[in-house]
């Protein structure tokens, strides 16, 4: 069944497509409410799930979060546990997906990974609060 492009699925897309564009359901309609476009949130979760089926984006879960992902090329991201904020990062590597694969016996793997940590925002705000040292490596 072909799916037509409607204004509220480009509209959408609009808002999330792209790198680092992690957003969710609501972070979107708040972004189109403040340019004038009238979408509910039921019509903005709708789009993004049939936008996550088509490929064109992607959905990231873990116990305490959900966000949606404007790249939809595999890639892994890491998260401030502080702050929520999210970014890509480019360490994924498909060769792990195949031998995984391939020593599990399943036909096809991806996976996504989401390292959790302290942003340095977080890290400097922490230390202008306790006067501590920032984290380092």
């Given at each position: ?63 305490d979060f959900s966000f949606f992902d ?68």
């Open positions: 069944m072909k799916h037509r492009q409607t204004h509220q699925k480009a509209a959408v897309m609009r808002i999330i497509a792209g790198k680092d564009r992690h957003m969710s359901a609501e972070d979107v309609k708040t972004i189109l409410d403040q340019e004038g476009e009238s979408i509910s949130l039921a019509t903005v979760y709708r789009n993004l799930n049939y936008l996550c089926q088509e490929g064109m984006i992607r959905k990231v879960t873990g116990s404007g790249n939809a090329v595999p890639h892994d991201h890491i998260r401030c546990v502080c702050c929520g904020r999210i970014a890509d990062l480019d360490s994924y590597n498909a060769e792990d997906d195949q031998r995984i694969a391939h020593s599990s016996g399943f036909v096809s793997v991806h996976h996504t990974t989401v390292y959790e940590g302290i942003c340095e925002k977080c890290q400097s705000e922490e230390e202008k609060r306790h006067g501590t040292e920032r984290i380092k490596d």
